[in-house]
């Protein structure tokens, strides 16, 4: 089983819902991110969703992404490339 189909399994089975094992990897971190940042702080799925985006988030550099801080977090994002021991893009 490839390593992306073994993280959407696992994303899957913590939000309770059914991934395609082929999806793209930022699909999926883009729903956990929304799921995370649109519910509210107090509820257990939004916990759920927060707690499942970081946890596939430390997996992007794995599947070939790389994060690119910007000036703030809002202009920061996940992107193709090679990634340095802490996650971010190598120049």
């Known amino acids: 089983m490839k390593l992306t189909a073994i993280v959407a399994a696992t994303v899957a089975s913590l939000l309770n819902y059914s991934t395609p094992a082929a999806a793209n990897p930022m699909d999926i971190y883009n729903s956990l991110n ?3 940042r649109g519910g509210s702080g107090d509820s ?3 916990q759920k969703a927060c707690k499942a985006r970081n946890e596939y988030a430390k997996q992007l550099p794995k599947l070939g992404y790389c994060w690119r801080d910007g ?6 994002y996940w992107q193709r490339g090679r990634a340095k021991r802490d996650g971010s893009c190598r120049k």
Request: include cysteine.
């Open 34 to 36: 929304v799921a995370c």
């Open 44 to 46: 257990i799925e939004t």
């Open 71 to 76: 000036q703030s977090n809002a202009d920061s």
